[in-house]
């Protein structure tokens, strides 16, 4: 599986923005997606997950309520919609997937990463 992340750029404290995954390959629909986060001098964070069907997703605490994870497995597609971006947001995003059905929110349980898309909120 191949993952590409995109959408990422400068915005506005209070701005939104909407990252896109694109996935190859046919499994796609099998398989746990998952949003993490990594800022310059900290560890990589868990964002968000969602399963197979996109029935469950989870948030992190930090984002949970500004942020929607969601999936369309007829275009192989992962989305992150982030409103309400704060400064502390600012960090490189990644696309993840978990050749699991159920999500979970441990980077290490992941096994196809993505290249990473810079998102920056300015204050």
């Known amino acids: ?8 750029g400068l915005v506005q404290a209070g701005g939104s923005l909407r990252l896109s995954c694109a996935a190859s390959g046919r499994t796609f629909s099998s398989y746990a997606m998952g949003w993490f986060r990594q800022a310059p001098g900290k560890e990589r964070e868990f964002v968000a997950a969602i399963n197979w ?7 992190a605490d930090s984002v949970k ?8 497995n007829a275009k192989n597609m ?7 971006l704060k400064p ?6 990644y696309c993840a997937a978990r050749t699991a059905r159920w999500s979970d929110s441990w980077p290490g349980s992941y096994d196809y990463w993505g290249q990473g ?7």
Not at 3 to 8: D, F, N, R, T, V
Not at 88 to 93: H, I, L, P
């Open 88 to 93: 502390e947001d600012t960090a490189v995003y």
């Open 1 to 8: 599986v191949q993952l590409q992340a995109s959408g990422g």
């Open 53 to 59: 069907s996109g029935g469950s997703r989870y948030y």
């Open 117 to 123: 898309t810079q998102v920056t909120v300015s204050s």
């Open 78 to 84: 992962v989305y992150l919609q982030m409103n309400s």
């Open 65 to 72: 309520d500004r942020f929607t994870i969601s999936r369309d």
